[in-house]
């Protein structure tokens, strides 16, 4: 079965300084990956996916993520953290046996920006 | 455009009752997903329908039903409410087997 472990519950950066959301994927076949956003009392916002092209995959906001096949690793970075980058994300992966395609969320990781 | 939209926004409802949930697709997408968030995880899918056919379900218990319209809307419906139904309940629409966006969801609270 597909599965992704998102590796922090919790991350607090100040404004301007870089994020780092790590995920690690588990999946029998090359897999496709997301990063969902979703601010309080929202609903979720595809930030980007990968899809087996490149291993780089750029998203909105001036985020980021890199596939590693070899770590099983698709972590998602931006640079420099703004105040309204503020909310929960969750990596994804799909799974599409048995003729459906279901997202496997990961439990979330709440993003805090201090001023 | 229109995205996916969700009804009603919030609910209370009692233990034992039973409710339906709402949802209308981006004009286009032929395929519906259901997902339960329970406060504090991650969303759990629940079901998936396409061209108004059942393509999949989660591991949830018979309680939990739907259906899809032709003009591919859906409902959720779920019987014999337990407190622990409790949760956002998210609506996804898609254009076959590609990325799922969501509407904003339904809060269901059971008391």
């Known amino acids: 079965a597909q599965s992704v472990t998102q590796l922090d519950s919790h991350v607090s950066v100040s404004e301007g300084t870089p994020v780092l959301l790590r995920c690690n994927y588990s999946?029998?076949?090359?897999?496709?990956l997301f990063w969902y956003v979703q601010h309080p009392n929202k609903g979720l916002q595809l930030l980007l996916k990968?899809?087996?092209?490149?291993?780089l995959v750029k998203g909105i906001n001036g985020f980021e993520a890199e596939f590693k096949k070899s770590e099983t690793s698709f972590h998602l970075t931006k640079p420099s953290a703004h105040m309204s980058d503020a909310a929960e994300y969750f990596c994804?992966?799909?799974?599409?046996?048995?003729?459906?395609?279901?997202?496997?969320f990961g439990k979330g990781t709440k993003l805090t920006v201090n001023p | 455009d229109a995205g996916v939209t969700q009804s009603p926004t919030h609910l209370i409802k009692t233990r034992g009752q039973h409710v339906t949930l709402r949802c209308s697709p981006i004009?286009?997408?032929?395929?519906v997903s259901w997902y339960q968030q329970v406060l504090g995880q991650g969303p759990q899918f629940i079901f998936q329908?396409?061209?108004?056919?059942?393509?999949g379900r989660g591991n949830f218990p018979d309680r939990f039903s739907a259906r899809q319209f032709p003009n591919y809307s859906s409902e959720l419906n779920v019987n014999a409410l337990l407190l622990g139904d409790s949760a956002l309940y998210l609506c996804?629409?898609?254009?076959?087997?590609?990325?799922?966006?969501f509407g904003p969801g339904t809060r269901l609270t059971v008391t």
């Open positions: 996804a629409s898609s254009f076959g087997f590609n990325e799922q966006y």
């Open positions: 999946s029998s076949y090359s897999p496709s």
């Open positions: 990968y899809t087996s092209a490149a291993t």
């Open positions: 994804v992966v799909s799974d599409t046996q048995g003729g459906s395609e279901k997202l496997v």
């Open positions: 004009s286009g997408h032929k395929s």
């Open positions: 329908y396409y061209e108004k056919e059942e393509r």
